[in-house]
């Protein structure tokens, strides 16, 4: 069986996400929540407060219940609540982009925490994502195997 994980990115890129997420599920990993499954694409901008106070709690507890976050670049501002939320529970973090620059903020910075021990950055065209995904992912599983992964 594949890692549980959790994929974000922003609402924007809510198509690319499905298809990750679906190449990642034919490859037998579990996610742990699809937002995407909310709202428009994804999107709880226009719906109640209640609405959006159950989407925060299940997005939160779909990376806490992950393996992995997968992230694709860029990100908004819910993206990186859900890279800190990985990173404070000790969680690895794969974040994915076709072009470097897309690690990078209007002003040009890439943060920090990219640089986290936890993280990996991959640079590859959508079509060697996955491949790349899943090397990552057996490199994983043997470390934890071994007890290498802290």
């Keep these: 069986m594949g890692l549980k994980y959790y ?3 922003k609402v924007e890129n809510w198509a690319m996400a499905n298809e990750i997420a679906d190449n990642l599920e034919t490859a037998g990993w579990v996610q742990t929540y699809r937002w995407t499954s909310h709202g428009s694409n994804g999107n709880v901008e226009n719906l109640g407060l209640s609405v959006k106070k159950e989407v925060a709690e299940l997005e939160v507890k779909g990376v806490l219940a992950a393996d992995v976050l997968v992230v694709l670049a860029p990100g908004g501002r ?3 609540t859900e890279i800190g939320v990985a990173l404070g529970a000790g969680k690895p973090v794969i974040i994915w982009a076709e072009r470097e620059k897309d690690f990078r903020s209007s002003d040009g910075q890439i943060t920090t925490f990219y640089y986290h021990s936890l993280v990996t950055l991959l640079v590859c065209k959508k079509e060697e994502a996955l ?5 990552w ?3 994983y599983k ?3 195997e071994t007890g290498l992964w802290a």
């Design 137 to 139: 992912s057996k490199k």
């Design 142 to 144: 043997k470390s934890v």
């Design 7 to 9: 994929l974000a990115t």
């Design 78 to 80: 819910g993206t990186h």
């Design 131 to 135: 491949k790349n995904i899943l090397a």
